[in-house]
């Protein structure tokens, strides 16, 4: 497990990447272009299509949209399809696959009845620019409000659409076979810690975990809107 970080290292590095977040970056692409695979496993839902355009109309050059399910998914155009017998696990095994077969430089994930707001893509690309280096938590709406109300990581109040996570294998977490799977995977991640908690704009740093307030996507719309 990586060493714990000072705070104020990490906060000086951060003022540093904001003021370079135009110029180039790492492969000679600027942190602003870099790539998102969206995993989004199905069990074959007539939503399946709503949740993938959510995305895909702001989708930017060299994003991808990988729908991971059964034989015979009804899959809309633009997608890349990876055929996965149900484990049903709830998505464990489908977002396992998806992880593997990701070329993005980060990874975010969709159920197949949510939806991205359309601001979800921007909000992508401002943390790739601040926070390049920690997976994010956004903020969603559901039937019974906003989660998270707190910048804290617990059970049953992270969900995987909020997820924004540096595409780094070797530092991603496991899904697990439970309802809590996402949860596991963030508890399990391999990422440098930093301590104190301490903000960074409108951002909250607390342990190996970024919280940022902005709503970016809907659970069961339909509930919702």
């Known amino acids: 497990m990586p060493a714990h970080i000072n705070y104020q290292e990490f906060a000086a590095r951060n003022a540093t990447l904001s003021r370079l977040a135009a110029q180039w970056h790492d492969g000679g692409v600027p942190l602003s272009q870099k790539t998102v695979s969206v995993i989004?496993?199905?069990?074959?839902?007539?939503?399946?299509?709503?949740?993938?355009?959510?995305?895909?109309?702001?989708?930017?050059?060299?994003?991808?949209?990988?729908?991971?399910?059964?034989?015979?998914?009804?899959?809309?155009?633009?997608?890349?399809?990876?055929?996965?017998?149900?484990?049903?696990?709830?998505?464990?095994?489908?977002?396992?696959?998806?992880?593997?077969?990701?070329?993005?430089?980060?990874?975010?994930?969709?159920?197949?009845?949510?939806?991205?707001?359309?601001?979800?893509?921007?909000?992508?690309?401002?943390?790739?620019?601040?926070?390049?280096?920690?997976?994010?938590?956004?903020?969603?709406?559901?039937?019974e409000g906003v989660i998270w109300s707190e910048p804290v990581l617990k059970n049953g109040r992270v969900s995987s659409q909020l997820f924004f996570i540096p595409n780094v294998p070797?530092?991603?977490?496991?899904?697990?076979?439970?309802?809590?799977?996402?949860?596991?995977?963030?508890k399990t991640c391999h990422w440098p810690k930093y301590r104190p908690i301490f903000r960074c704009g409108d951002s909250v740093v607390c342990g190996d975990l970024v919280f940022r307030p902005t709503v970016i996507a809907v659970l069961r719309p339909d509930a919702c809107l």
């Open 170 to 186: 070797s530092r991603l977490g496991k899904w697990s076979a439970r309802r809590c799977g996402d949860y596991e995977f963030l």
């Open 40 to 143: 989004i496993p199905t069990i074959g839902r007539p939503s399946l299509a709503r949740a993938v355009t959510s995305f895909a109309r702001q989708r930017r050059p060299g994003d991808e949209i990988l729908v991971v399910g059964p034989i015979g998914t009804d899959v809309p155009e633009g997608c890349r399809f990876i055929p996965c017998v149900s484990a049903q696990n709830w998505g464990a095994t489908e977002r396992t696959l998806g992880i593997a077969a990701a070329t993005g430089d980060y990874l975010a994930f969709m159920d197949d009845d949510d939806i991205y707001l359309p601001n979800a893509r921007q909000a992508m690309a401002e943390s790739a620019t601040v926070m390049p280096d920690l997976p994010v938590v956004f903020r969603m709406h559901t039937p």
